[in-house]
């Protein structure tokens, strides 16, 4: 008998850490679900792109019950094995500067924290029972700014991460009893095509091991909490920054 193919859900997968983590899940033979606003687009290269694309925009959050109907139909065991909500907006001022609480309005708070945090809590809710079905692992992606002001994040940004690791805790403790693990990464600079002008500069200031990081290395530890060597971590937030928390 073959062993069953694990299946992951994986929201922000265009660019960045969200493009590392696909190509490393399926050179590890995993299936991947990616889920984007965008529609598909056909010069999209990955293997099985096609239907492996699911277009929903999480700041509509009606959008989730359909997203989450439209994963169970493509897995052909009902089971989830990961699922990673990677997906985040930091919408900047109209000269790409930091939005500070001045300058956020409510119609950006909403964008931001429904995209960042609400919709990741609904489609796990959503999705829960495939997950136990699976004993499966959430990995949520919060962010440096989440626990210090940063630079070049806006206020809402930091705030919905934040509350990400705090939603991340209440996962490990709510779903642990179902065998689901509920972790997460925060990452710090790491080297993506949207880098803010600056960051060279930072990353010399406050980076101990005075380089970015490379998408790779985050989907790396994203990897590591899906499996079964990271089967007693839950709860856990790993910081992926180079030391810029310390």
């Known amino acids: 008998m073959t062993e069953e193919r694990r299946y992951m859900l994986l929201t922000g997968a265009s660019r960045g850490i969200g493009h590392a983590t696909v190509k490393h899940f399926q050179a590890k033979g995993w299936r991947i679900l990616t889920v984007s606003r965008q529609p598909f687009s056909e010069e999209c290269a990955w293997p099985s792109a096609r239907e492996s694309h699911i277009q929903a925009n999480l700041s509509d959050?009606?959008?989730i019950d359909r997203l989450a109907?439209?994963?169970r139909e493509r897995l052909p065991h009902g089971r989830l094995h990961a699922l990673v909500n990677n997906a985040g907006i930091s919408p900047k001022g109209p000269d790409r500067e930091r939005l500070g609480v001045g300058a956020t309005t409510a119609d950006v708070w909403t964008q931001v924290l429904n995209v960042n945090l609400i919709s990741t809590a609904l489609i796990a809710?959503?999705?829960l029972p495939e997950?136990?079905?699976?004993k499966g692992s959430i990995v949520n992606v919060t962010s440096i700014a989440g626990s210090r002001v940063h630079p070049f994040a806006g206020v809402a940004y930091a705030a919905?991460?934040?509350g990400l690791s705090a939603l991340t805790r209440e996962m490990a403790h709510e779903f642990g009893k179902h065998g689901v693990r509920a972790n997460a990464i925060a990452p710090g600079e790491i080297q993506t095509s949207i880098l803010s002008p600056g960051?060279?500069?930072l990353v010399a200031a406050e980076v101990p091991m005075g380089r970015l990081g490379e998408p790779r290395e985050v989907a790396e530890t994203i990897h590591f909490l899906c499996t079964e060597q990271s089967s007693y971590i839950n709860g856990a937030e790993i910081h992926i920054n180079g030391g810029q928390h310390v």
């Open 61 to 63: 959050l009606a959008q």
């Open 131 to 134: 997950l136990k079905a699976a």
């Open 160 to 162: 919905s991460k934040a």
């Open 69 to 71: 109907a439209t994963v």
């Open 125 to 127: 809710r959503a999705l």
């Open 199 to 201: 960051t060279d500069e």
